[in-house]
Structures are given as structure tokens and as C-alpha cells.
């Protein structure tokens, strides 16, 4: 591709950062608009790539795209979370701020989080260097502006947690949302469900949480389904808890209970406004708009899901895996009196 091409490309919002390729070292990009990305509720496969224009690129190229970029241009916020915890809805409603673009789980944060948790083995298909540097640009590709004005949020999937210190440290401009759930309400969520994602990122959350107690005693077999789950949760809150204790990074970033969020939405999102240094007096678009979004199913907007129906599907929860919640509630509690580097989460346990 000629380098006119590249530099096309380099301004190009429409131009999205679809998929890496790592084994061919190279990336997808896809045509899309932004209404496009504003309805997704996912940046991934379920974009719909057939039918669609696209082009791959070498990591080279992509090397070459990076140094066109203006030194000055445009970075994402992001929203990160512990996963079925209400971020795509918050996302949603940040969307209805004038010249907000939520850009939801684009599939190449994925493979770079998952990069990360392997740099250090000589198994890994990326260096250090080259890894810090694709992130750094594929930000910069993502926060192209589709209009002068726009403010880029970018919502990660619940894996991509490990990229929180690494973007914080190289970008001192980006800020953060750290969304969570209170431990019982999570394993009510993630229990009345397979809790399938919750078990498959384990292995990666445990080793987090060896690393972040300097003790290896808790072991992955020895754990039932639900204790997994818990020890998930203790692994993030446990991330985020170190994160906001840092002074470089701690003021850059804010801790948000999703259910603090629905109780008092105009405050919370006040909040969260200003934190991103968003105007507050945008609020989140029109109230009928709000309102349509909290009566529907974030992830599906077609379908009808209010506040009543979330509690009553954790209260049917709690009530069918009442066995599974106690015993996770148990174990959660005993790891966290047990370490005293997790004392903080003991007020979040219930």
C-alpha cells in the first residue's frame, strides 16, 4: 500500500481497528460509520464483517500509520469493570452526552491484554516494546474523530484489566471508571447465567492475585464453581484497590458501584461527567431518551429489561444457588481475614 494510502487511513475515522492477527502479524480494518459503532453492543465478531469493506494491514504498516499520527492527537477514556456489572448500560447513557462516541469491547484490546499476561515467557509473539507501542497507537486509531469535538469512551471487556497500570503509566492524559459490584449481588449475576466467563479468565485473575499477595497457597482445582468466581472478584477489587493507592494514577481514576449508580442515576452520572470532564449540564441527553435506555436490556436494546427485572432475577438467583453464594461468601471472607493486603474489600463482601 503506498504510503498516500497510509496517510489517508491515518485520519480516516471510519477506517475501525476491527482484529489482529498475530500469528500473520498484521491487523483488520473495516468500514464503518459512526452510527454503526454507536449502536454495537460489542466491537467484535458480532460487528458483521460480511458484506463488509475491509483491508489488513502489516504490523509494518501499521508502524508507518503511528508515525503519522499528530503528537497532540485525540486518546480514549475508558470504562473498565469486573464484567456483568452494568457497563454496557453505562456506557449506553454516556452516549446520550452531545458529542460522546461509546466505543464497546473492540476485539484487538482482547489479544493485547492477553499479549501482556505472556510478555515475560519466551513463548510470547510480541516484545515489550512492540507491545506498549501497538497499544499506544491502536488508542490513537480508535479516538480518530468522526467530528472536531468528540469525546472518545472506550468500554474494555472484563479480561483487558492487566492494561489499566500499563495505559495509565504511558498516557497521563486518560482517566478511568472502575465499575464493580459488591460481591453477593455478583455471584447472584454471574450464577443465574453459566458464569462461563467468569471461570474461563480464572486462570489469568489467580495469577493477578498470587502475584499480588506474594503467596501461591490458593489453588485453582481446589475451588468449586462458585468460589472461582469469588476469587475473580477478590482479583480485580484487589487490582483497582492497588491502582487507586498509586499517586500517579489515583486521581485519574474513579470507583463506581453499579448499584450506587442505578440508585441514584442523576448524581452518580453527575459524577462520572466530571470526572471524564464532560459538561455537567449536558447530563445525559434527553430524559425520555434515559429512560428509554434504562427499561431496555443494555446489551440488546430490542430487548425490554427495567430495574424491577433485574431484581427480581437476583432475587430468584439468590434463592436457587443459595448453596453456591454461601459457599463463595464463606470462602471470600476467610481469604480477605486471612491477608491483611485485602482488608479493603472486606467492606465489600455483602
Known amino acids: 500500500m503506498e504510503r498516500a494510502a497510509l496517510e489517508s487511513i491515518s485520519s480516516d475515522a471510519q477506517a475501525f481497528l476491527q482484529q489482529l492477527d498475530l500469528i500473520g502479524r498484521r491487523?483488520?480494518?473495516?468500514?464503518?460509520?459512526?452510527?454503526?459503532?454507536?449502536?454495537?453492543?460489542?466491537?467484535?465478531?458480532r460487528l458483521g464483517l460480511q458484506g463488509r469493506e475491509?483491508?489488513?494491514?502489516?504490523?509494518?504498516?501499521?508502524d508507518e500509520i503511528a508515525s503519522m499520527l499528530p503528537?497532540?492527537?485525540?486518546?480514549?477514556?475508558?470504562?473498565?469493570?469486573?464484567?456483568?456489572?452494568?457497563?454496557?448500560?453505562?456506557s449506553r447513557l454516556l452516549d446520550q452526552v452531545p458529542n460522546?462516541?461509546?466505543?464497546?469491547?473492540?476485539?484487538?484490546?482482547?489479544?493485547?491484554?492477553?499479549?501482556?499476561?505472556?510478555?515475560d515467557s519466551p513463548l510470547s509473539r510480541m516484545?515489550?516494546?512492540?507491545?506498549?507501542?501497538?497499544?499506544?497507537?491502536?488508542?490513537?486509531?480508535?479516538?480518530?474523530?468522526?467530528?472536531?469535538?468528540?469525546?472518545?469512551?472506550?468500554?474494555?471487556?472484563?479480561?483487558?484489566?492487566?492494561?489499566?497500570?500499563?495505559?495509565l503509566q504511558a498516557e497521563p492524559g486518560i482517566r478511568a471508571v472502575l465499575l464493580y459490584l459488591r460481591l453477593e449481588p455478583y455471584l447472584a449475576t454471574m450464577l443465574k447465567g453459566s458464569g462461563l466467563d467468569a471461570l474461563q479468565a480464572a486462570p489469568g485473575r489467580l495469577q493477578f492475585l498470587h502475584e499480588f499477595l506474594d503467596d501461591t497457597a490458593i489453588r485453582l482445582h481446589e475451588l468449586e464453581p462458585s468460589e472461582m468466581i469469588a476469587m475473580g472478584w477478590i482479583a480485580e477489587l484487589a487490582r483497582f484497590q492497588q491502582l487507586l493507592a498509586r499517586s500517579s494514577s489515583s486521581d485519574r481514576l474513579l470507583l463506581l458501584d453499579f448499584?450506587?449508580?442505578?440508585?441514584?442515576?442523576?448524581?452518580?452520572?453527575?459524577?462520572?461527567?466530571?470526572?471524564?470532564?464532560?459538561?455537567?449540564?449536558?447530563?445525559?441527553?434527553?430524559?425520555?431518551?434515559?429512560?428509554?435506555?434504562?427499561?431496555?436490556?443494555?446489551?440488546?436494546?430490542?430487548h425490554a429489561y427495567s430495574a424491577e427485572d433485574r431484581n427480581h432475577d437476583l432475587n430468584l438467583s439468590r434463592r436457587s444457588h443459595a448453596a453456591g453464594i454461601s459457599r463463595a461468601m464463606r470462602w471470600a471472607g476467610s481469604v480477605t481475614q486471612r491477608y491483611e493486603q485485602l482488608s479493603a474489600l472486606r467492606p465489600l463482601l455483602g
Open 27 to 45: 491487523a483488520l480494518f473495516v468500514r464503518v460509520t459512526r452510527d454503526e459503532l454507536a449502536r454495537a453492543s460489542f466491537l467484535d465478531e
Open 100 to 119: 460522546v462516541l461509546g466505543l464497546r469491547e473492540p476485539l484487538p484490546l482482547r489479544d493485547l491484554a492477553s499479549i501482556g499476561r505472556e510478555l
Open 259 to 302: 448499584e450506587h449508580l442505578l440508585a441514584d442515576i442523576p448524581t452518580m452520572l453527575g459524577g462520572v461527567l466530571r470526572h471524564f470532564g464532560l459538561p455537567i449540564n449536558a447530563g445525559a441527553g434527553n430524559p425520555d431518551a434515559r429512560q428509554s435506555i434504562l427499561k431496555a436490556y443494555a446489551k440488546n436494546p430490542a
Open 127 to 167: 516484545d515489550s516494546t512492540h507491545w506498549h507501542s501497538l497499544i499506544a497507537t491502536s488508542l490513537r486509531l480508535w479516538a480518530r474523530p468522526f467530528a472536531p469535538s468528540q469525546h472518545t469512551l472506550l468500554k474494555a471487556t472484563s479480561t483487558c484489566n492487566n492494561l489499566i497500570a500499563p495505559i
Open 71 to 90: 503528537a497532540n492527537a485525540p486518546l480514549p477514556d475508558f470504562i473498565f469493570h469486573i464484567g456483568h456489572c452494568g457497563s454496557t448500560l453505562l
Open 54 to 62: 475491509g483491508f489488513w494491514l502489516s504490523f509494518r504498516q501499521i
